[in-house]
């Protein structure tokens, strides 16, 4: 019988493997802490060895490139920009595609808020896949249905972490002329188990249904903010929550509670697998002071011949300005190498395993009480005030 993985470390969950089993004997169960991992049904496998020869994760090296050009770039449609997390480059390769036709894969909350990837034909929908989700999306079948798409001659982008864009080309095994993958600069997944405890935490402290989670709002300007969108006596109401509010947040900021692959994920690096790279182009501000940040801006890498033939067309849909590696590297860790392994980790799986979702929140919160109110009181502070405080402490 064929070992999909020795050590839960081989595994990044792309399911690369479920996909491309011809008896689909390959199924996917949540371990202890809620990350999902494939294991093979023996009734119903034939022992043919797609599923061992198509993980990409088991290879020593990864199958890439070194990126060719890099830009900042913000979208020129106000909308798109308003509901991206970063500058909108995402929006406006979706853009791209949806004029001439194709599909558009990413990932999605369902009507309850279980993240899973799935296929756009429209720009109406395009709000749906917009925007960080710090959280692993269910792939399900979308590499067999990108595969179908694409033998119609469709074009078709895909977006995902790197390790979900390795394993679709993995599955694919042969490039598409009319294929554009976007792999994301990703800090790291936490499971959906974490996550859902995390919406049950909100719906009991709310006291209603949550229909929406933005991990990126930007009503008060690009940032770390987030916003609970939630259903109460049949309104519709919002709250901003800033990331020490939220143990979640908080947690998956610090790298306490990522998959255990993403540790020693060799696709956190220069060698990208996507066609174009795309993430949050943090310190801008300080290599390029020329641009307007007050709304977001994006990183674009363009790591293919693909995507630099499409990169042309671009600037109808982007502001563009050219830049480096080197200088976009600097302030995004994970163009350099993986979060290293958090020492908090097992102790915050080991209260969840324990007491749930509630054990978790309240020993959050016991501990960071102070934390939390002191920056209550700091947001109260006008920021004249701010700046006046910081010239009387530096003069001493």
């Given at each position: ?116 990837h799935v296929c756009i034909d429209n720009l109406a929908y395009l709000e ?213 392994k958090s020492l908090n980790r097992e102790a915050i799986f080991k209260t ?45």
């Amino acid at each position: 019988m064929v070992r999909l993985f020795e050590q839960k470390k081989d595994c990044c969950g792309c399911l690369a493997c479920k996909n491309v089993c011809p008896k689909q004997a390959v199924t996917v169960k949540p371990d202890e802490n809620g990350f999902i991992y494939p294991q093979i049904n023996e009734e119903l496998c034939i022992e043919c060895g797609l599923c061992d020869k198509v993980c990409d994760f088991k290879k020593a090296t990864v199958d890439g490139n070194i990126p060719l050009y890099t830009y900042a770039a913000i979208n020129k449609n106000k909308r798109v920009l308003a509901n991206s997390a970063s500058g909108g480059a995402f929006g406006a390769l979706a853009n791209f595609v949806f004029d001439r036709g194709g599909v558009v894969f990413g990932c999605a909350y369902d009507d309850k808020m279980y993240p899973k990837h799935v296929c756009i034909d429209n720009l109406a929908y395009l709000e749906k896949i917009q925007g960080s989700k710090y959280v692993q999306s269910d792939i399900d079948d979308t590499y067999i249905q990108a595969e179908n798409y694409l033998k119609n001659g469709k074009w078709v982008l895909f977006t995902g972490t790197p390790c979900q864009i390795a394993g679709l080309k993995a599955y694919l095994r042969k490039d598409y002329d009319r294929l554009i993958t976007i792999d994301l600069i990703c800090h790291g997944v936490p499971s959906v188990s974490f996550f859902k405890g995390y919406i049950r935490y909100l719906e009991g402290k709310y006291k209603g249904e949550i229909i929406n989670f933005k991990f990126r709002d930007k009503s008060k300007g690009w940032g770390l903010i987030s916003e609970v969108v939630y259903k109460k006596h049949s309104k519709i109401l919002n709250r901003v929550i800033y990331p020490v509010e939220s143990y979640y947040y908080t947690y998956f900021l610090n790298g306490d509670i990522y998959r255990e692959s993403c540790y020693e994920c060799k696709y956190a690096g220069k060698v990208r697998v996507g066609d174009f790279t795309i993430g949050d182009y943090w310190g801008v501000e300080k290599v390029h002071p020329e641009i307007n940040t007050k709304n977001g801006v994006s990183v674009l890498l363009v790591n293919s011949q693909k995507g630099s033939m499409i990169a042309g067309e671009l600037a109808n849909y982007l502001y563009l300005t050219e830049s480096s590696f080197e200088q976009a590297k600097i302030y995004n860790a994970q163009l350099n190498s993986p979060e290293k392994k958090s020492l908090n980790r097992e102790a915050i799986f080991k209260t969840w395993r324990e007491g749930g979702y509630r054990a978790v929140a309240k020993k959050y919160y016991k501990a960071n009480k102070w934390k939390i109110i002191f920056a209550r009181v700091k947001r109260l502070i006008p920021n004249p005030v701010k700046k006046y405080l910081k010239k009387m402490i530096k003069r001493g």
